[in-house]
């Protein structure tokens, strides 16, 4: 039987630094303007992969996970490769689940980085980002990580500058807020035919350019805040308590129930951490994109090239 290989990874979660939802579109989706940005707070994963007459993939959690979008991700990774193997996932959960910060899609992604790495068969970023949007809108970032635009669904994405060190808290108050019910809350008109030219449309969008561009100077938006907060009115009494302690800004994660808070030091975000008690309340880093491809060639480093993105196959014998 060919031997196993087996890798421990890291799944970093992402927040939100704006989130605009300008209508929904003919197909039924809603059109965003977003940025992303990866942080520090992480699943840990450890996958085995071994080749094999049929095709196997088993997950294991900490916590129970109906129908693990990363079991889905294993499968279309592996049938893209057109390998059939047993492939063994066992996931530590640290990302809350439900709170908009990208736990599953991220979970998702590190298949999609890590089993080509293993099997020894390279596939294009092209083709890695085409089979992610097939599994969700968040995932094709995880695939680049850092700083980016998302446009469209949130699955089209532009890089920006990695920005200098903020000090961060995120607050999980471990409620799970179903996205298709934020979106449906939201009551976002239809798109204007002939694309975004209304004069609303076309104020948001130059003021998310503006935000953007300005590194964060300008104020940021969550569209998601008010219909989220009118269901869960402990969010924003969370929002503002982050507030009294000195953040700025505070907003909501995606559609939440996840929140965080930019504050001016280390011992600030401690000092605020030192509120949340009853809450879970996680100090965390920005990691930007140089550090995000540094921490998967590390994690990869047994069976990739360091010098290619996204990792590939080392050139060794294949299992």
């Known amino acids: 039987m060919a031997e196993a290989r087996r890798v421990r990874v890291s799944a970093l979660a992402k927040i939100n630094l704006d989130l605009r939802v300008l209508g929904k579109r003919e197909d039924g989706y809603h059109e965003l303007r977003t940025i992303f940005q990866t942080i520090s707070l992480a699943d840990r994963i450890e996958i085995t992969f071994q080749r094999s007459r049929s095709t196997s993939v088993e997950a294991e959690s900490s916590v129970e996970i109906a129908d693990n979008i990363a079991v889905r991700a294993a499968r279309l990774c592996l049938d893209e490769m057109r390998v059939a193997a047993r492939v063994g996932i066992s996931i530590e959960k640290r990302i809350p689940m439900g709170a908009g910060l990208g736990g599953g899609s991220s979970d998702a992604a590190a298949m999609l980085l890590s089993l080509p790495a293993l099997a020894g068969k390279p596939v294009p970023l092209d083709r890695l980002l085409a089979l992610a949007r097939a599994l969700g809108s968040d995932v094709p970032f995880f695939l ?13 994405l532009y890089p920006l500058p990695d920005l200098s060190v903020r000090h961060t808290l995120v607050v999980a108050p471990g409620i799970h807020v179903s996205t298709a019910e934020a979106y449906r809350a939201l009551n976002a008109p239809p798109m204007a035919l002939g694309g975004l030219t209304t004069e609303r449309l076309q104020s948001t969008i130059e003021r998310f350019v503006s935000l953007a561009w300005g590194a ?50 280390q011992e600030a975000v401690q000092h605020a951490q030192q509120q949340f008690e009853r809450t879970a309340a996680h100090p965390v880093t920005l990691v930007g994109r140089a550090r995000y491809r540094a921490l998967w060639r590390r994690w990869l480093r047994p069976f990739a090239v360091n010098e290619v993105w996204p990792p590939q196959h080392s050139g060794r014998s294949t299992p």
């Open 144 to 156: 680049l990580g850092g700083r980016a635009v998302g446009v469209g669904r949130g699955e089209e």
């Open 216 to 265: 964060g100077r300008k104020e940021p938006v969550n569209d998601f805040e008010p219909a989220v907060f009118a269901a869960h009115p402990v969010l924003r009494r969370l929002k503002q308590k982050l507030r009294r302690a000195g953040a700025g800004p505070a907003l909501l994660s995606g559609s939440g129930s996840a929140l965080y808070g930019v504050f001016r030091s």
